[in-house]
């Protein structure tokens, strides 16, 4: 998936949880693509190194699957990365979520 595609997928989330936490895996996975591509990867090459489907990866990139923080741990590992959770303060004070 393109940098474009992504960027216009996190465009259109909403102002929700679902929206945000949307918004966080779509930014994840990203960054995954990002490295793969740097490292000439395919979808099928991060199927093997983390020891699951090629048809799993592609469910993940389209959004179709459950992306749980070990999902996203063995994804980073994967690519030569580690996972980093943080949390930040909110921009929107006012927001639903506040």
């Known amino acids: 998936m393109s940098t474009k595609s992504f960027a216009a997928m996190m465009a259109r989330l909403a102002v929700t949880s ?3 936490a949307a918004h ?6 990203a960054q995954v693509n990002a490295r793969m ?5 395919s979808n099928a090459a991060l199927a093997r190194r983390m020891g699951t489907s090629s048809a799993y990866i592609t469910r993940l990139f389209r959004g179709n699957a459950n992306l749980s923080v070990q999902t996203m741990v063995k994804l980073a590992q994967a ?3 580690s996972l980093r959770v943080e949390l930040a ?3 929107n004070v006012g927001s639903p979520l506040a």
């Open 18 to 20: 679902e929206g945000q």
């Open 24 to 29: 966080v895996a779509v930014g994840f996975l």
């Open 37 to 41: 591509q740097a490292q000439g990867m």
């Open 79 to 81: 690519v030569g990365g």
């Open 89 to 91: 303060e909110q921009a």
